[in-house]
């Protein structure tokens, strides 16, 4: 059982813990003996912490052995790269922030920390989570464990990727317009996002402040479920954060479906979707109403204007939040005989080619004359898409859509357009402009084998519907899940 251990879900992993059946350190031990030999296929992790992890997992066995251990106690996982990890190396992914080791914990990475979790490692990234193929890395692109010659989507690609491939069992991702959802339907994973300020931002690198928001991978919902329950809940450290009494998400898994309204809304499939995409999101659909669900039709008239809103709004925070990397109070320094010199030397070097053109984007939409034609329009269209969504949850409990247009395409081919690269997040941005949660979870796969997302999207603060569902479907076994190539 040890030596394959990183095959199990967070689910069984915590009995056989719990029971004694199994150690943490001889599971961690798996999980880093499959990182070593996947690894170098896959690109997954900028860092891999095998010492602290060890370190981490003999302190679990420890707190194991006395009983009454945390969910997460000696279950290691993955840890995107733009959290704040004490002694441990964060570098979003970016030359500007290569050497930077944070003195202090993100908030959830403190709870993890505090329910004894095992991080082995820190994953890789599009750079400051810009990007949906995480190729925008300064590390290298992360190969999607399906079919290496694509990508893993992005930009929490390295996460996705680490619990496909069977690295660890579960892992943490951020998510600003379908950074949690595309990979976890690319790499055929449970991802979800919760509403916004549901979890704790504090310690996480900012990209686009009033969109960003955290949220776990799993290798079923009722792991993210697991995850989601640690995670959440108010933290004084984050403004914005609620501090609504977090519910027991797991105990919300019923299976039942029965009576649930299930909203589809008509402009999410779309001339151009992948064939195989839309069947499959369909059936899966079709299953909800053979198991007593009620499928009703919504409008969300304004989504085609969601990707020219989003752009706007998250590259404007993006110019204000990246600001700050100016080479003089941390991170990558180039020398310079003025001020001037050294900022636009700094940025010219740390910065990638997708950061500059965000930035850039960013920075004219709220330039003098341009702010109320461009990121005050965009402000308006957000508040026209939430009030959307808004009617349509007025007459059902929760809507179903594809998470992506299209399965994980090959690496190299939307690079060189980076209009075709936005709308792979097409079905998902106008979730984070509402703030509303989402999960994705795999429903079938294409003719080429490649892993197909169902999207559920609930009301604010209504995670236990959209994890309700997506359990039921799970445990239906209408889809028989394939395990990835590597």
Do not use: W
Not at 8 to 25: F, G, H, M, N, P
Not at 173 to 178: I, L, Q
Not at 234 to 245: E, I, L, M, N, V
């Amino acid at each position: 059982m040890a030596t394959d251990s990183f095959r199990l879900t967070i689910t069984e992993a915590r009995e056989l813990l719990r029971k004694r059946e199994l150690s943490a350190v001889e599971l961690t031990r798996a999980c880093l003996d499959r990182i070593d030999a996947v690894e170098p296929l896959l690109n997954s992790f900028i860092t891999v912490c095998a010492d602290e992890a060890l370190a981490q997992a003999r302190e679990a066995d420890r707190r194991l052995a006395k009983g009454g251990a945390p969910p997460l106690c000696g279950i290691p996982l993955a840890i995107k790269d733009i959290y704040a990890t004490r002694g441990v190396r964060t570098t979003c992914a970016s030359k500007i922030l290569e050497n930077f080791v944070p003195t202090y914990d993100a908030t959830v990475i403190a709870r993890l920390r505090a329910e004894g979790a095992v991080f082995v490692g820190k994953a890789n990234l599009d750079e400051f989570a810009m990007g949906s193929s995480t190729e925008n890395s300064a590390f290298g692109p992360t190969r999607n464990p399906y079919d290496t010659q694509r990508v893993a989507g992005g930009s929490s690609g390295g996460s996705a990727a680490a619990v496909a491939a069977d690295q660890c069992l579960g892992s943490l991702g951020t998510d600003t317009g379908g950074s949690i959802r595309e990979p976890a339907s690319f790499c055929g994973v449970v991802g979800i996002k919760p509403t916004y300020s549901r979890v704790s931002r504090f310690g996480i690198v900012a990209y686009a402040s009033s969109l960003d928001q955290v949220g776990p991978f799993g290798k079923t919902v009722r792991d993210c479920a697991i995850m989601l329950r640690s995670l959440a809940g108010a933290d004084p450290a984050d403004s914005t954060c609620s501090t609504r009494p977090v519910p027991d998400y797991e105990a919300a898994l019923s299976g039942e479906v029965k009576g649930m309204r299930i909203g589809v809304p008509k402009e999410f499939f779309v001339e151009g979707m992948q064939a195989d995409v839309e069947n499959a999101v369909r059936a899966a659909i079709a299953h909800y109403q053979s198991a007593g669900a009620r499928v009703v039709e919504v409008s969300l008239p304004h989504t085609q204007y969601a990707v020219a809103a989003y752009y706007l709004i998250a590259t404007a925070e993006a110019s204000a939040n990246l600001e700050r990397y100016d080479g003089i109070r941390y991170g990558v320094r180039v020398e310079a005989d003025n001020l001037l010199d050294l900022y636009r030397k700094t940025r010219a070097r740390g910065f990638g080619a997708e950061v500059k053109r965000r930035i850039m984007l960013g920075t004219f939409a709220l330039s003098t004359g341009y702010y109320d034609a461009y990121y005050l329009k965009a402000q308006k269209v957000r508040t026209l898409i939430k009030r959307d969504f808004d009617q349509a949850f007025a007459c059902c409990d929760l809507i179903a859509t594809p998470t992506a247009p299209t399965t994980a395409f090959r690496l190299g081919e939307k690079m060189s357009d980076p209009l075709q690269m936005y709308l792979s997040d097409i079905f998902t941005i106008s979730v984070n402009l509402a703030g509303l949660p989402g999960l994705a979870l795999p429903c079938g796969y294409d003719a080429e084998g490649m892993p197909i997302g169902l999207q559920l999207i609930g009301p604010a603060f209504g995670e236990e519907i959209i994890l309700r569902a997506g359990d039921a479907y799970e445990r239906s076994g209408v889809l028989t899940r394939k395990p990835a190539v590597v």
